[in-house]
């Protein structure tokens, strides 16, 4: 059980990703890139995995399937780099909180055996409101806010639901949404 808190704490400890963006660019007096952060993030998360799987080291909270194959933090690392570099802040933000509360969310409900109809319900309830809740902190417009929760709500709750053997959801949740929401601000 310990490992099952473990998995839900990091997914929830993803939300403090946003903050890249309010670092500043460059990260220091000697002009490194904040991108740079984000680079080696990547690269750093990779080479945990690459010895991790090449050492079988146990991480607990891993989903027995994860043992041999990429595990869902790295997808989730991945898919927040993509967004923190490609999308604006008023994508990334309501992107990376909402699959990071509300695909574990979405995990608990399952674990006691709620209906997934329900599932789908609840768990687009709550990242709608954490869209809303972040757009309106961010002084998005109306008409912006009504767009992009009514784009990437369900495009974020279907992410989850839909399963793609050796793509994690982690990873979907993040850059389907993101990148509708990037497309959209293009748009209008």
């Not at 909270?61 to 043992?67: L, W």
């Not at 969310?105 to 399952?110: D, F, H, M, P, T």
């Not at 309106?136 to 992009?148: D, H, T, W």
Request: proline share 6%; glycine share 6%; net charge positive.
């Amino acid at each position: 059980m310990k490992g099952h808190k473990r998995r839900r704490l990091s997914h929830i400890l993803l939300s403090l990703g946003v903050l890249y963006y309010w670092l500043p660019d460059p990260l220091y007096a000697e002009g490194v890139p904040k991108w740079w952060g984000l680079l080696a993030a990547t690269f750093l998360a990779c080479v945990i995995e690459f010895v991790r799987i090449k050492r079988r080291v146990p991480i607990p909270g891993m989903r027995p399937y994860e043992e041999k194959r990429i595990g869902g933090y790295l997808y989730a690392v991945i898919g927040a780099v993509l967004v923190l570099w490609f999308s604006p802040i008023s994508v990334g933000v309501p992107c990376i909180i909402g699959m990071a509360w509300c695909d574990p969310l979405a995990g608990e409900l399952r674990h006691a055996k709620i209906n997934e109809r329900k599932i789908v319900v609840l768990t687009a309830i709550a990242y709608a409101l954490i869209a809303l809740c972040s757009l309106i902190a961010l002084g998005v417009k109306p008409v912006s806010m009504i767009a992009l929760i009514t784009i990437m709500t369900p495009l974020a709750v279907l992410s989850e639901q839909i399963e793609i053997k050796y793509l994690d959801d982690d990873l979907t949740m993040l850059v389907v949404p993101a990148a509708s929401g990037t497309l959209l601000l293009r748009i209008i």
